[in-house]
């Protein structure tokens, strides 16, 4: 870790939405950057070997497309009955025929583990085994789970914490290896290259000290930033829009400049340090507050708007239905979106698979049900990342019905 007490960059190189979750339980929030490496032409002597090599092949592909430094963890799962290793069936049949041979007997998943910090250049290869015991599931029990699709994308054909999960009986070791990633493997990992795990914390306020909060903004593209994301937004704001709330209003820098623009900003922000800079930025219009649980009587607002706020997020529904709750009839959310997919176009990799809480897809539905529409977007640029371009942030209007 290095003397400023910054959060260290830590990327998984994984596509696995298991793996992302549960390290977003623990409370870390990893960039994800998926390797592309092709797991069926990989061969080893035996399938904790196999889970290994691929680790390392996974952490390797994405060390090699990085411009600054990180700590890279890459992982793969295997599942071994007989000395035979099991990944992903891929298809309907594999997995039914899988399934079955698997009822009622005992396998072990091997999650290989590969950290590779570039700090250090240091590379960690490490294996977890958890002994898994499987029910004596029926003929009726297999067509269905694999009709949900999800024993075709997973390791071994089966899940814990998903639809498979009443099919496990019981397992004899680290439950998270079997989700995917062994949380204690890793954090031992972390410490022999220097990274504390509590330093990988992202604090779920999002309650930046006073350090953090005076560098925010220059950090982040400062007032050129703020004044695109600003402009932008105030194309998608109706004329005569009287009251607009900001959501995660952190140090007041685009609330500033929408007033500029014409408009009445009040903004709610849960962290102290971030507040004490709204504050001079926009007096009197600032509160501590959850986005979850606004301070806002029902349908008091002509406009809310969310700048970078809901892909941090793990679950949008309470900030939807909340959004929802304080907009007045033909009142309209502006927010970000596709945030992680505009930096990954922009550093010209290709789009992930995974879905964040930003995702426009999930946005629509969950919108749809609290009787916000989709009716207008625009784009703004943002600064330049170290890639080879220039990431363009989309934004995007609904309207209460």
Known sequence: ????????????????PARLKTLRNAGVEPEVIVSGVDEDNVTAESPGELARLLACLKARAVVATLDDHATVLGCDSVLEIDG??????????????????????????????????TNTKQELRELASTVVHFADFTDEEIDAYVATGEPLVVAGSFTVDGFGGPFVTAIEGDYHNVVGLSLPL????????????PSLWQDPHFAYDEAEAAIYDETRGGETRARAAAEAV????????????????GTGIVGAELVALGNLVHGVDLSPAMLKHARYRLPGHVAAADVGHLPVADR???????IW????????????AE?????????????????????????????????SGDA????????????????GATTFEGPLRGGPGIPVYPLVRFRKS
């Open 300 to 306: 008091r607002c002509d406009a809310v708007v969310a």
């Open 309 to 320: 706020l809901l892909h941090l997020l793990d679950d949008t529904e309470g900030v939807i």
């Open 360 to 375: 426009l897809s999930h946005l629509v539905a969950r919108g749809a049900e609290h009787g916000l529409v989709l009716d």
């Open 323 to 355: 959004v929802a709750r304080v907009l007045r009839p033909g009142g309209v959310f502006i927010t970000t979106t596709e945030k992680s997919e505009a930096s990954r176009y922009a550093a010209g990799r290709s789009p992930d698979d995974t879905r």
């Open 1 to 16: 870790m290095n003397g400023s007490g910054e959060r260290p960059r830590f990327v998984l190189a994984s596509q696995s």
């Open 84 to 117: 035979i290793a099991y990944g992903k069936p891929g298809t309907p049949e594999i997995a039914r025929e899988r399934l079955r041979m698997m009822r009622g007997r005992t396998g072990v998943l091997h999650t290989g583990h590969c950290l590779f910090d």
């Open 186 to 197: 890793l954090r031992r990992m972390l410490t022999e290259v220097g990274i504390p795990w």
């Open 234 to 249: 105030n194309r998608l704001i109706p004329s005569g829009t009287a009251r607009v709330l900001e959501l995660a209003v």
